[in-house]
């Protein structure tokens, strides 16, 4: 009952930078724990950065420093700002919410979006 649609990805030369944006739609009343992950050819998925309600915030290792996630609750969107791109971080990068909606009762939605493809080459 909850859709996600992302945008934003491509490809880009390493140094550049990228935004992604994953927004949510459907009869959303609220939205706890937004994500973003990725998942490299051969490799696991794995967390790229996350946010809570408080807006406190949780980054991989690999992209602390370069990576920032934000999100605006207004729009039930969540985005994450990518610089200083290497070509490690080529992957699908997927969002992923957590939250509640409404349909006839209050139901808990875990949500992820289609994925976008993040390419960082020369």
């Known amino acids: 009952q909850v859709q996600l649609v992302e945008s934003g990805g491509g490809l880009v030369q390493p140094g550049g930078s990228l935004r992604l944006s994953c927004a949510a739609s459907?009869?959303?009343?609220?939205?706890?724990?937004m994500g973003w992950y990725r998942q490299a050819p051969g490799k696991q998925r794995e967390l790229v950065a996350a946010?809570?309600?408080?807006?406190?915030?949780n980054y991989g290792d690999s992209v602390k420093g370069r990576f920032t996630i934000s999100r605006d609750n207004a729009k039930n969107t969540v985005y994450l700002q990518m610089n200083s791109l290497k070509p490690e971080d080529t992957a699908v990068y997927y969002c992923?919410?957590?939250?509640?909606?409404?349909?006839?009762?209050?139901?808990?939605?875990?949500?992820w979006g289609q994925g976008t493809q993040v390419t960082v080459s020369s």
């Open positions: 946010i809570t309600s408080g807006s406190s915030t």
């Open positions: 992923n919410l957590q939250g509640f909606y409404y349909s006839t009762i209050y139901r808990a939605f875990d949500s």
């Open positions: 459907g009869s959303i009343f609220s939205i706890n724990a």
